[in-house]
């Protein structure tokens, strides 16, 4: 059995001894965490994902931040937009101190929440849509985008007439086409600059 002074300790001839007592105690560090960190590759991709699989998130994984995401931002603009409506109305009102501030609560909470469910119904319908097309056609492209914003457009406001109906599908549209263009500016461009005579 070695005792702390033997000469065969491989830290010994490694690391230097800090404690002031000669052969007492010497200092520990693991051979596991002391490492050069050049020694790992730093391209290697951040996830791990399975062979064959995709090295993208779903519609259906993208749809929970995405129906998230679009409540907290209504919220937000709803927020805003009852606090300024409250400020307006206390004013004229002639309110002050905690009668003021429970007005302008209550108007940042009902304004905040009805948009929040706004945003959040049209980010499921959409989600919804966007699923549906992504497995019924085994393909996840702009179309899909396009389809479902137009859909969802229809959707939202079918039970408020057709011209009201049509008028949704056609916002719809028009934003997921300026989305499917700004995500694809880069083949566009590529187009721009291609010069068929050079062929």
Known sequence: MSSLNDSNDVYSSTYPNTSGFQGT????????????????PQTQPEFIFLDGASKQRGRFELAFGQIGGSCMIGAALGGASGFYNGLKATTLAGQTGKLRRTQLLNHIMKKGGATANTFGSVAVIY????????????????????????ATGCLYKSTAGLKKCGLGGAIGFGLSTAYALWNNREKLAGLRQFNPAQR
Request: hydrophobic residues 40%; negative net charge; proline residues 8%.
């Open 127 to 150: 989600s919804a849509f966007g699923v549906i097309l992504s497995w019924a056609r085994g393909n996840d492209d702009d179309l899909n985008t396009v389809v479902a914003a137009t």
């Open 25 to 40: 105690v010497r200092p520990f560090s693991s051979p596991y965490l002391n490492f050069d960190p050049g020694y790992i």
